[in-house]
Each structure stands twice: as structure tokens, then as C-alpha cells.
């Protein structure tokens, strides 16, 4: 989260009640509810904080300097101690319902990833979605991915993935560097739709020119590590 104080306690209490249902149905075992803050400036620190000391099951991890989507993945990533992670955006993309049954087809399907995509994506406005095609065509012709919609925030991941792929991105490339990793080591990812919600409050940056030089620059590097990976031991 990056000045995130208008979603916070809304991200997580979304997160919490659907983790508290599943515990209910016995789908889970028990879970923990990582926020990453990324150096906000706002309240976003103290409201965290506030809920972490309120809930065991929440924790929150600062960076002393602002380190971008991929880097605060990253710390979630290495922060986690279940066996299956989701992770995605403070600004509730999805409903949380959804954790349900991406956790029933990664079971079902025996899958190690569940990407999900937007069904109707109009409510991000036609500049955004057109950005969007071009740079998933551009991931799929460089990188012979099969997974539409790669950079939206909803990937239910087994650990051993995440311990195996090791994105390296510190920008918003993570996403798809993750997939495209994990595709090129042998492991098996399913797609659902999902209903998309567009952030209506605070705002987002994923579209500045900065970040999309930044996805273009990991893009080009991770061609060239790709030549030495190979499957992963399951």
C-alpha cells in the first residue's frame, strides 16, 4: 500500500471476513494478512499499525524508502508464511468472495497458480484499456504466455512457486515476470474471470510514463535471464 488511508481498513476487513468464512467451511486452516506498506506519506503507517495491534492475524512490514509495486510484492513474498499466497491491491480490484473459488479450482484442477482476469473492464476508461491490450499482445508475442489480463492484481499462488520463480522486478513487470517464470519452469496455471471494481477513491499511478519505461526496461532484461531457467524440480 501506497497512501492507501482511504482503503485501508476496507482492504482488510474485505480480506478478513472472506478468510474468516473459509476457516468456517473448513477450506482453510487458519491465515495472515500481510500489508506491505510502501513508505506512504499519508496515514496509511498508523492505520495499518492500529490494526495489526488489534488483530494476530495481521501484519504489516514498512519500507523506509518507496520501492514501487514490485519491490513491495516482493517483501510480501518473502514476509509470507502460508502455503498458498494471494496477493493483490489495496483498492479491493475484485470481490474478496472470489478467494473462495480460485482456492477450489487450484485444488480441484491441481493447479500451482489461479490468474485471474477482468470480465468487463469499461470502467477503467479507454486510454487504460487500450494500454492494457497493447501490453498484454507485447508479453504474449515476447514471452509465448497464455494468460490474458497479466498484470491484474489477483494471482492465488502455491509458496514453492514463488520460492521457485523469484521475480526480480521492482516495477509493475513483477506481475507478469512472475507468470512468465513460472510458465517457463513446468508449473500449471489456471485462468478465471472475475467482476472488476475500479478504484473509486485516491489515486492510481500504473499508468504514468515513468512506470510503463520502467515495465519496458525489466522487460528487456528478463529476456535475457530467461535463457538460463529451466524446469523447476515439483
Avoid at 62 to 91: C, E, M, Q, W
Avoid at 108 to 135: I, K, Q, W
Wanted: overall charge negative; charged content about 30%.
Amino acid at each position: 500500500m501506497w497512501n492507501e488511508e482511504d482503503y485501508v481498513e476496507r482492504a482488510i476487513r474485505a480480506a478478513e471476513d472472506e478468510c474468516q468464512r473459509l476457516v468456517g467451511l473448513g477450506e482453510i486452516a487458519d491465515y495472515e494478512l500481510v500489508i506491505v506498506d510502501d513508505c506512504s506519506t499519508d496515514r496509511t503507517p498508523e492505520i495499518a499499525d492500529a490494526i495489526a495491534a488489534a488483530d494476530p492475524h495481521v501484519r504489516v512490514v514498512h519500507h523506509p524508502v518507496n520501492r514501487g509495486l514490485g519491490g513491495s510484492i516482493k517483501t510480501g513474498f518473502d514476509s509470507v508464511r502460508g502455503d498458498v499466497v494471494l496477493y493483490t491491491d489495496a483498492d479491493l480490484p475484485f470481490e474478496m468472495l472470489e478467494l473462495g473459488r480460485a482456492l477450489r479450482v487450484l485444488r480441484h484442477y491441481e493447479a500451482d497458480m489461479v490468474s485471474a482476469y477482468r470480465l468487463d473492464r469499461t470502467g477503467e476508461g479507454p486510454r487504460r484499456a487500450v494500454y492494457s491490450f497493447v501490453y498484454n499482445s507485447l508479453v504474449q508475442v515476447l514471452f509465448g504466455t497464455r494468460v490474458r489480463d497479466i498484470n491484474f492484481a489477483f494471482k492465488l499462488v502455491r509458496r514453492k512457486v514463488l520460492e521457485a520463480a523469484r521475480p526480480v522486478s521492482e516495477g509493475s513487470f513483477i506481475d507478469a515476470e512472475l507468470v512468465i517464470r513460472a510458465q517457463r519452469m513446468g508449473f500449471h496455471i489456471v485462468q478465471i474471470g472475475v467482476d472488476y471494481f475500479p478504484r473509486t477513491r485516491g489515486i492510481s499511478t500504473l499508468s504514468s510514463p515513468a512506470v510503463i519505461r520502467r515495465m519496458l526496461t525489466e522487460m528487456r532484461e528478463l529476456r535475457s535471464d530467461l535463457a538460463a531457467l529451466g524446469p523447476a524440480e515439483r
